[in-house]
Every structure is written in C-alpha cells, then in structure tokens.
C-alpha cells in the first residue's frame, strides 16, 4: 500500500533530521501542506493582495474575490447549505468554539441550564464552557469513556434532560474513536439541546456533510488538513449565526457606528472582526481543492487500511508491551494511535523516536480529563494522513525497537 | 544515534529505575515543596528536612520521564546531609551547567567559545558536580532542560519558603 498522496508534493517531506529522512506521523497535531497549497499563498501575495472588502481597485476586488472564493469552497467541502452566509472564518477551531461559547452561549445559557460535554473532548471544547460555568452557574455534564474507548451512551436519554447544548467531539484525537455523532444529535434535538460538534480531527479524515452528521455548529482548523496555520472555521446554521449577537468588534464586522451605539454587519462578516486572514483563506481553499481532488472517500479508505496495518504490525512486533489506547477495529476510528509502551514514559519514546527522523507526539494532547480517565499522564501518539505509508509504519516499529534496546 | 547516549548516559538510567532516597517525610517537621511542569505533566515532590543549617534529610516523590525523576534522585543523593550553604552551590553550579549559553565543562569540549565578556560564571568543575555530571548531555536537548531542572527549582523554592540561607 503506497501513500494516497503523493509524498513528492509534500516538500517538508523530503527534507531530512539527524540525516534520516523524516517519518512524519504528527498530522493529528498540524499537517504538511502540498507544494499547490505554498503556491497558492505565494501568489495570492505576489499578484493580488490587498485588505479585503470595501477595496475599489482591481487588486483589492481580486483579494476580496479570492477571500470569498475560499469561503464557497469549504462551504462545499462540508455540505453546507447557505455557505455564503453560514461559513466564518476564525483564527482556529478553538477560537470557532470560543465564538459559541461567547455569542450564543452569553444569550441562551442562565444559571441552573445545562451543557453535556465528554471525557474524550480536547481542552478546546472544554475549558471555554468550564468558563462559562463557572461565569454563570451553568451546570456540566460529562459522557464517560468506557472499557472499549467509547463514549458510554447508556444514559443518554437521562442526561440529556434539561441540557441547552451537546458540545462533543467528532472524532478523539487521542483514542481516535468516532462517535455515533447523527446518533447523539437526533437524541440531543429531542431532547430540545442544541448540537456542537469539534472537527478538527473529522474534517481532514472523514468526508463531511453538515446535514447528516445533524450538529448546530461545526468547527475545524484549516492547518490540520494541509492548510495553513492562523484560519479556522466555524459553519453554524444560519438562524442561529442571526440571531447571535457579535464575538469581536472592530472593523468590517459593523454596518454602522455612532457616539452611542453600532449597527452589526450582516453574515457572516459579523463575526470577522479586523483584517482576517485572507492568504490563509486562499492557503484552506488550495487545501480543499487538493483534498477534493483526492477524493474524501479515497482519503478515509487509505487511512482505514495503514491504520489497520498498523494496529497489526505493532501488536505484532511488540504484542503485551504495547498498549493501545482506542479501539481495536479501524473501522470504528481514525489514524491516531496513542500508546504507552512498557514503562518508557511518552516523551522519552518520543526523543528515541526522533533520533530515527520519526515525528510522534508525547504527552497530554490537551485531554487531561481523558488522561485522568485512562489513568495516565501521558501517552506517546503516532497519527497517519493522506501521505503516510506502511513504510512509515514499518520505520516506527523500527524505532520503537531502539526505546527497546535503550530501557531495558 | 548522535547524542542520544549523551542523554541518557547508563548512570540517568539507573536512577531513573532505581530512584533513591524515594518516599515521604511526615510534614512538620518536614517540609514539602512540589515542582510541576504544565506542558509535560512531570511531577516532583519533594520533602525536606533541616537541623540547623543542614539539609539532614530529603525525600522524593512524583512521575515523570527519565531525565525529570533521574535529576531529582540525583540531587536528592548529592545534598542529601550537606549544609545549605553547600546546597545554594551545588545549585548554582547545577543551574549553570544546564544553561546552554554558559556551560563551560572542564573539558572545554562543549559550548560556544567564550569572548570573555559572556558573564562571571566560570568554569562548571565535574569534580564538583560528581554523577550528577552526567545529566551534563541534557544541554544538547534545549527542550528537555525543564525536565532536568524541575526537581532543583523545586529545591530552591523550598529553601526559600523555610528561610534557609
């Protein structure tokens, strides 16, 4: 099984570390990004840049043309129905949650409402309404992990009760479990909750659709799917981006502005307050582009199948040594790996691992609550994308084998 | 494999799986101080007792990786019943050995050549430093300096919270 994509059009990929060729499997962390992409952004700053919006001149109308281009094709990318209106750009998944939290979560959450959140969320989803608690004295409620690194469901109905909103994660970017998401909205809509569902780790793997994953607001970082870093992505539906009020205030977000009041701008520059990141923007739609051109489906096979050969080849080389943390079928995951093998703690495998040119991460993953749960630390984590290989996979092993030798 | 033996040099390994001086001290008399990396989650708590101006006493506790529980085992051997004032040294000679700008080992093998002007630290003696020379290579690792120091800054702010000079 060769990469999906090729590893040629990844020039970071050819760049080499202690002399060994890079083995990079910490695309959970943050992506390469194909050389299209680079180009992209370079010419967008060669040839048209200019600040967005209001702009009569030819570049500046480009610029706008290009930021806005950008916006329809992710709008496309993940189903959105009215992407014109529904897509806004933030600095990161994190500020889109944020965003939520902040706008719609000061206007509809009061003391004593409830938000239903898991124990396999990253921080991002998770401190921004432990915030909002401890602001307004809105109670958390937590989905528990269970032995087989699912999300435990059997209460739902119950803990659902009385809850404003769901804000649950599409796929762990630890244990790499893909919760039953359409599930848990349809049960959350009937319970008269609203649905939020971090993607960060869904939309660069799985192939999106808004609608059939059933959330109220989705939200995703541009440098996790071979993108640029500084833009991220929060689609909401468009009732409700309406009837929020604004985030940060500044230029472009007003359509007015006196001594004693402002008049908001209309979706979705209401929420792109100050000069976005429009490079960036062009940078994400050249990353949409490529990864539509791959295809999703294509995207999501590949990454099965390595994590499949994976999972096998680890257990194999290193069986009771190792223990994996997600769950066994690839079919129920994405490409994370997190592990701990023997006692070498995550960043000692890590440093070992790095000497061998392979990029893993090591440590909390911004999950303390899951961290708790599994009942370490840490954990060391390998994660495979469109450009990985079972060559990849066979050179950690390899590596792992001198941690091996080392901790003996 | 270029410095990864550096790094973990056989004598880090043994304290790393055999930590001395591990355990607690009832608190008071004891005092007890905690050292917390945020970023890793390394862990080092530390129980100290003081007859007069001697560390007698030192305890460890804590979880981490290799370099962060192998320094505090270390340090825990090498201030174990010396006076404080010799404590504040060994510190301080601990501190500048781990600085990348101004580690000078005797060997002169390691660091950027000195102009002179760089600052009044001279010279890191091994002979002072005993085993705990060997956390020497940690230097070449900048990100894994915080795991070698955690357990030392833990030291000094005990110090300081009893009053010891």
Partial sequence: MSSLAPKADFPLLSQQVHGRRIVYLDSASSSQRPQMVLDEMDDYYRTTHANVHRGIYTIAEEADRRYEAARMAVGGFIGAPDPEHEVVFTKNATEAINLVASSWGRCNLHAGDAVLLTDMDHHSNIVPWLILAEERSVELRWLDVDEQYRLDLSELDRQLDGVKLVACTAMSNVLGTIPPFAQIAERAHSAGALVLADAAQFVPHLPTDVRSLGCDFLAFSAHKMLGPTGIGVLWARRALLEEMPPFLGGGGMIRDVRRDGFRPNVLPWKFEAGTPPIAEAVGLGAAVGYLQATGMEAVRKHETNLTSYALDTLSERFGQDLRIFGPPDAEERGGVISFAYRDVHPHDMAQVLDQSGVCVRAGHHCTKPLMRRLGVSATARASLYLYNDESDVEALAEAMTKADTLFR | ?165
């Fill in chain 2, 1 to 165: 494999m270029t410095g990864l033996e550096d790094l973990y040099r056989e004598i880090i390994l043994d304290h790393y799986r055999s930590p001395r001086n591990r355990g607690e001290l009832p608190v008071p008399p004891a005092h007890r101080v905690e050292g917390f990396n945020p970023l890793c989650g390394d862990e080092v708590v530390l129980y100290m007792e003081l007859d007069d101006d001697t560390l007698s006493d030192i305890r460890v506790t804590g979880q981490g990786c290799s370099i962060s529980q192998s320094s505090a085992s270390l340090m825990s051997a090498a201030v174990k019943g010396k006076s404080i004032a010799e404590v504040r040294g060994l510190i301080r000679t601990f501190k500048t050995m781990m600085s990348i700008h101004e580690s000078r080992l005797g060997d002169g093998s390691e660091g950027p050549s000195s102009n002179g002007s760089a600052s009044e630290e001279t010279a890191v003696d091994p002979e002072a430093l005993g085993e705990l020379a060997a956390l020497q290579g940690v230097v070449k690792f900048p990100v894994r300096i915080k795991c070698a120091t955690l357990s030392w800054n833990a030291l000094t702010q005990g110090l300081d919270e009893i009053g010891a000079d």
